[in-house]
């Protein structure tokens, strides 16, 4: 099945620092998503990319879809403390009814204030 | 929008009793929903997909009879874990997709299930 790389697995940095983790696969995906999951909650959106080559912004947050359609990334600018949490991406495929996500194994961001 | 809730949030069970959570979409129709299971400090796994008006679609290892799938309204999905055992204590997460179109899943805020 298809498999998404994820990495950093783990991040320990300052508060106002920049963050970069991103995403590889094997496989092409139509759409890639980041999603913000919190200790006891559910994922949150963060950001869908649906077109390859794609850079989107969401505040202080920049994921792009690589040309290839098997790898995206995403940066988080002027970390602060909120954004602890663990990072995951998605990718959603082609072909089925169900369009089924795949994630990865997810990033734990740690920020120090 | 795109609000998805889950009940409950918590339960604890003894070991052989059935638990049903529910998942609904509060402010929007969703023809599919997704249940995902997901432990300590790994990913979110699929269970099923559910189709509202016919029968769930089990990823391999999963098995249907115990993990009971029902989608009988455009807003509610229900997981029934029955004759539950201690290694079924996880991060239950469902999410739905919206019948007015695009393929984004919205997530619920999970159910915590512990089998004693």
């Known amino acids: 099945g298809q498999q998404l790389n994820q990495s950093p697995q783990s991040m320990f940095i300052q508060e106002g620092e920049d963050v970069s983790m991103n995403c590889t696969s094997s496989?092409?995906?139509?759409?890639w998503l980041w999603y913000k999951q919190d200790p006891g909650e559910g994922p949150v959106l963060l950001i869908a990319?649906?077109?390859?080559?794609e850079l989107t912004s969401n505040g202080r947050l920049t994921a792009q879809f690589g040309i290839t359609r098997k790898d995206s990334f995403l940066n988080i600018s002027a970390s602060i403390p909120s954004d602890v949490g663990i990072y995951f991406c998605?990718?959603?495929?082609?072909?089925?009814?169900?369009?089924?996500?795949?994630f990865g194994k997810g990033t734990l961001l740690t920020v120090n204030p | 929008g795109a609000v998805v809730s889950q009940h409950p949030s918590r339960v604890i069970c003894k070991s052989g009793t059935s638990v049903k959570i529910e998942c609904r979409s509060l402010?929007?129709?969703?023809?599919?929903m997704f249940w995902y299971r997901q432990f300590p400090k790994q990913s979110l796994m699929l269970m099923a997909t559910?189709?509202?008006?016919?029968?769930?679609?089990?990823e391999q290892g999963v098995e249907k009879d115990k993990f009971l799938i029902n989608h009988a309204s455009l807003t509610l999905s229900t997981l029934t874990v029955t004759s539950a055992h201690p290694e079924d204590s996880s991060f239950y997460i469902c999410?739905?997709?919206?019948?007015?179109?695009?393929?984004?899943?919205?997530f619920g805020p999970g159910t915590r299930l512990t089998v004693l």
């Open positions: 999410s739905a997709r919206m019948t007015s179109g695009g393929l984004t899943q919205y």
């Open positions: 496989s092409i995906f139509n759409t």
């Open positions: 990319l649906y077109k390859a080559g």
């Open positions: 998605a990718g959603l495929g082609s072909g089925g009814s169900n369009y089924k996500l795949t």
């Open positions: 402010d929007f129709q969703a023809t599919t």
């Open positions: 559910s189709n509202e008006g016919s029968k769930a679609t089990y």
